[in-house]
């Protein structure tokens, strides 16, 4: 598995990364879906 740098998938989903992480720490804490241009959820 390939780990995409965080400076590029923001970079990727531009205005939408702030909103993203968040609906991500809301239905994903655990960051188990993490493949393909993987947004960490928000803390």
Do not use: C, H, W
């Not at 968040?22 to 993987?38: E, L, S």
């Amino acid at each position: 598995m390939m780990e995409e740098g965080e400076e590029r998938v923001k970079a990727t989903y531009r205005d939408s990364y702030d909103r993203l992480a968040t609906i991500k720490a809301k239905y994903d804490p655990t960051n188990f879906f993490r493949v393909n241009q993987n947004i960490k959820p928000k803390r």
